[in-house]
Nanobody
Framework: QVQLVESGGGLVQAGGSLRLSCAASERTFSTYTMGWFRQAPGKEREFVAAIIGSASTYYATSVEGRFTISRDNAKNTVALQMNSLKPEDTAVYYC????????????????WGQGTQVTVSS
């Protein structure tokens, strides 16, 4: 399993931006699909974005055009730049890793971080 640690959450007003980061302790980091999921109170965990290799990305429809996922394989990090934030983006955000490509299913991701809270005020 990959050990993952998220950082960068916080409180922001609607329309603002936040950048989440996730550090991984795995020498084969570049071979993993890295993803971000989120879970709002009372709701199921949902897929947000993922990146395969260096540059193949895919997003949930709700965040496409506003969020950007990227990774630095030399530093074993993955980031989620979140712009034009909305109150409905409020959730705990989780970094996750899998060997599966193109998956949006949390069950396919075997390694998870502890989560970081993002709160967007209206």
């Amino acid at each position: 399993q990959v050990q993952l640690v998220e950082s960068g959450g916080g409180l922001v007003q609607a329309g603002g931006s936040l950048r989440l980061s996730c550090a991984a302790s795995e020498r084969t980091f570049s071979t993993y699909t890295m993803g971000w999921f989120r879970q709002a109170p009372g709701k199921e965990r949902e897929f947000v974005a993922a990146i395969i290799g260096s540059a193949s990305t895919y997003y949930a429809t709700s965040v496409e055009g506003r969020f950007t996922i990227s990774r630095d394989n030399a530093k074993n990090t993955v980031a989620l730049q979140m712009n034009s934030l909305k109150p409905e983006d409020t959730a705990v955000y989780y970094c996750a890793a899998t060997r599966v490509v193109w998956s949006r299913l949390s069950a396919d991701f075997g390694s998870w971080g502890q989560g970081t809270q993002v709160t967007v005020s209206s």
